[in-house]
Nanobody, 124 residues
Framework: QMQLVESGGGLVQAGGSLRLSCATQGLPFSWSVMGWFRQAPGKEREFVALIGRSGRTTFYADSVKGRFTISRDNIAYTVFLEMNSLKSEDTAVYYC?????????????????WGLGTQVTVSS
């Protein structure tokens, strides 16, 4: 029973900030790569960011690089996504996910465990 629960989504104006959290249960969190993905209506799920087991390795989609920061707390079993300088193009449902193999992948199909998502809406 692997569970991931996102929180922190909401409505913000362009240029604003938001911090998403993903609480996990039922997996070896400290040994797991963690990723964030997002999906807008009518579009496929796309990669946003990932973080390695220790937190020292991170990767970001070009569209969010320099604006978003992924981090993790291996004591609290939680991963975060700090979102700054938000744009209307960032509007989507945001999901956290974990791969069973620990691979550092940007492909959604490589992830086995998913949360139900949290809505982020950026207005202008």
């Amino acid at each position: 029973q692997m569970q991931l629960v996102e929180s922190g989504g909401g409505l913000v104006q362009a240029g604003g900030s938001l911090r998403l959290s993903c609480a996990t249960q039922g997996l070896p969190f400290s040994w797991s790569v963690m990723g964030w993905f997002r999906q807008a209506p009518g579009k496929e799920r796309e990669f946003v960011a990932l973080i390695g087991r220790s937190g020292r390795t991170t990767f970001y989609a070009d569209s969010v690089k320099g604006r978003f920061t992924i981090s993790r707390d291996n004591i609290a079993y939680t991963v975060f996504l700090e979102m700054n300088s938000l744009k209307s193009e960032d509007t989507a449902v945001y999901y956290c996910a974990a791969p069973s193999r620990g691979i550092k992948s940007r492909t959604a199909d490589d992830y086995d465990y998913w949360g139900l998502g949290t809505q982020v809406t950026v207005s202008s």
